[in-house]
T-cell receptor, first 120, second 114 residues
């Protein structure tokens, strides 16, 4: 049961244009969402996150949008740069499901990833 | 710059052999996760620990996989016996004792079972 889905395995955009990566989730208990970027032969690195109490979070060229009713989130990169070429993973967890008084770092569930290629 | 350290980076072994992967989480982090990257499943959660106690290992094939944290500076993932279908990249990640802080990943162990 894939609770977090990235239905587009790959995306190719021209440098300077907008990249839009999409992610859907099925678990209504998820209340925190993250995007990670992964280069070959390296581990994923955190990019941006959003809490379920918000519908948008922006950090420089990166913006994440959350549509809770549709259980959908997207990552926008504007403008796209060749260095953005990587695999992007969305991930979600439920902070409420992991409360034990010591930490809210929950069980993080990842999607399958989308390979973004930005062409010069 | 604190990092999660995984060893070995690469491992090639024959089917039936035991494989042990090691992870040194970032000092002070109290959660440790093991993920496996495959083409079909993306990043698949195998197990995770909080304060060295296993919280969830439902993603692991129990008959051959085991995960432990003998101390706060070492997490291990063991496969015995290994099979060709176990070939993948295995990632360890650790998280701090801070609400909603992201996980930090190691660079992975690429396992090839022939």
């Amino acid at each position: 049961d894939q609770q977090v889905k990235q239905n587009s395995p790959s995306l190719s955009v021209q440098e300077g244009r907008i990249s839009i990566l999409n992610c859907d989730y099925t678990n209504s208990m998820f209340d925190y969402f993250l995007w990670y970027k992964k280069y070959p032969a390296e581990g994923p690195t955190f990019l941006i996150s959003i809490s379920s109490i918000k519908d948008k979070n922006e950090d420089g060229r990166f913006t994440v949008f959350l549509n809770k009713s549709a259980k959908h989130l997207s990552l926008h990169i504007v403008p796209s740069q060749p260095g953005d070429s990587a695999v992007y993973f969305c991930a979600s967890y439920s902070a409420l499901a992991s409360l034990d008084g010591s930490s809210n770092t929950g069980k993080l569930i990842f999607g399958q990833g989308t390979t973004l290629q930005v062409k010069p | 710059d604190a990092r999660v350290t995984q060893t070995p980076r690469h491992k090639v072994t024959e089917m039936g052999q035991e494989v042990t992967m090691r992870c040194q989480p970032i000092l002070g982090h109290n959660t440790v996760f093991w993920y496996r990257q495959t083409m079909m499943q993306g990043l698949e959660l195998l197990a995770y620990f909080r304060n060295r106690a296993p919280l969830d290992d439902s993603g692991m094939p129990k008959d051959r996989f085991s995960a432990e944290m003998p101390d706060a500076t070492l997490a291990t993932l063991k496969i015995q016996p290994s099979e060709p279908r176990d070939s993948a990249v295995y990632f360890c990640a650790s998280g701090p004792r801070t609400e909603n802080s992201p996980l930090h990943f190691g660079n992975g162990t690429r396992l090839t079972v022939t």
